[in-house]
């Protein structure tokens, strides 16, 4: 059923391509049904990445299958892509959908579709320098030592930034940086001592580069826990689509899906933390 429902998408993208001259090129049918074209990260491992088979997987490529699985009246057309081309794919509708371990913000708030159920959870933690143990365990902890650059924007900019709000006697000294670092390079600066920490989303493949390289870090708990969810592409063809996918996420919650699935790609159920 769900490959001639593709077939009959793609049929009908085909001929309406014809007949327009332009407009918004979402890919979802207006009738709700059809193929839902979706960008997700091919390097980001373990939240997307290409398998030694040359798939796609990882933690969000597998919810979105199982969504997939759920939703009668769609296909998911799975496609790697970087950030900067989902984000721009989603704005002219070229993507119906992205996902990147994305957190609420208003801007995407007032930009895109949000699901009525969050995928998962990003969550921040601090990674000091081995002998940093006990010494370097909350934000409180950050005052007085000298953290890794950030990106101006952000989740690991707005934390920062939030806590210096609240604790005026207890400032985080921290510094901007547009130099688009990898993450693997900024936690072997903490662990060749350049810096005494660096703040960091935890679904980003840190235990991965750790093990390979054998850095001696210290890695706290969580400091900050923010739901991610799914964005959608803002249009009228995608609001039941939208709703559909809320309601999927919420019944593989609820059937222990997404905690297996993060056991298999995080090694924790990361919804212990909701």
Same mark, same amino acid.
Do not use: W
């Given at each position: 059923?769900?490959?001639?429902?593709?077939?009959?998408?793609?049929?009908?993208?085909?001929?309406?391509?014809?007949?327009?001259?332009g407009?918004? =090129?979402?890919? %979802? &049918? #207006?009738?709700?049904?059809? @193929?839902?074209?979706?960008?997700?990260?091919?390097?980001?491992?373990? !939240? /997307?990445?290409?398998?030694?088979?040359?798939?796609?997987t990882?933690?969000?490529?597998?919810?979105?299958?199982?969504?997939d699985?759920?939703?009668?009246?769609?296909?998911?057309?799975?496609?790697?892509? =970087?950030?900067? %081309? &989902? #984000?721009i794919g989603?704005? @002219?509708?070229?993507?119906?959908?992205?996902?990147q371990g994305?957190? !609420? /913000?208003?801007?995407?708030?007032?930009?895109?579709?949000?699901?009525?159920?969050?995928?998962?959870f990003?969550?921040?933690k601090?990674?000091?320098?081995?002998?940093?143990?006990?010494?370097?365990?909350?934000?409180?902890?950050? &005052?007085?030592?000298?953290?890794?650059?950030?990106?101006?924007?952000?989740?690991?900019?707005?934390?920062?930034?939030?806590?210096?709000?609240?604790?005026?006697?207890?400032?985080?000294?921290?510094?901007?940086?547009?130099?688009?670092?990898?993450?693997?390079?900024?936690l072997?600066?903490?662990?060749a001592?350049?810096?005494?920490?660096?703040?960091?989303?935890?679904?980003l493949?840190?235990?991965?580069?750790?093990?390979?390289?054998?850095?001696?870090?210290?890695?706290t708990?969580p400091?900050e826990?923010?739901p991610?969810?799914?964005?959608?592409?803002?249009?009228?063809e995608?609001?039941?689509?939208?709703?559909?996918?809320?309601e999927?996420?919420?019944?593989?919650?609820?059937?222990?899906?997404?905690?297996?699935?993060?056991?298999?790609?995080?090694g924790e159920?990361?919804?212990?933390?909701?």
């Amino acid at each position: 059923m769900k490959k001639l429902l593709l077939f009959t998408a793609i049929a009908g993208t085909i001929l309406a391509g014809c007949g327009s001259g332009g407009g918004d =090129s979402s890919a %979802a &049918a #207006e009738n709700g049904t059809g @193929t839902v074209e979706v960008a997700v990260p091919s390097s980001s491992k373990p !939240l /997307s990445y290409t398998g030694e088979d040359g798939e796609l997987t990882g933690y969000e490529v597998e919810i979105l299958k199982a969504v997939d699985e759920k939703l009668e009246d769609y296909e998911f057309n799975i496609q790697g892509a =970087s950030d900067s %081309a &989902a #984000e721009i794919g989603i704005d @002219t509708g070229q993507y119906d959908m992205i996902a990147q371990g994305l957190i !609420l /913000s208003e801007e995407r708030k007032d930009s895109y579709l949000i699901p009525s159920e969050h995928n998962g959870f990003s969550l921040m933690k601090i990674y000091a320098t081995g002998d940093m143990e006990g010494e370097i365990e909350t934000l409180d902890d950050l &005052a007085g030592k000298t953290v890794a650059p950030v990106t101006p924007t952000g989740g690991v900019f707005n934390l920062l930034t939030a806590y210096n709000e609240e604790h005026p006697d207890n400032q985080i000294d921290f510094e901007t940086s547009d130099g688009g670092i990898p993450t693997s390079d900024r936690l072997k600066e903490v662990d060749a001592g350049t810096y005494d920490a660096f703040v960091n989303p935890s679904n980003l493949g840190q235990d991965e580069i750790i093990e390979e390289g054998g850095l001696d870090l210290h890695i706290t708990e969580p400091v900050e826990v923010n739901p991610t969810y799914f964005m959608i592409h803002d249009s009228e063809e995608n609001i039941e689509l939208n709703e559909q996918v809320g309601e999927a996420l919420a019944e593989l919650k609820d059937e222990g899906v997404l905690s297996d699935i993060s056991n298999e790609f995080y090694g924790e159920d990361i919804f212990q933390y909701e």
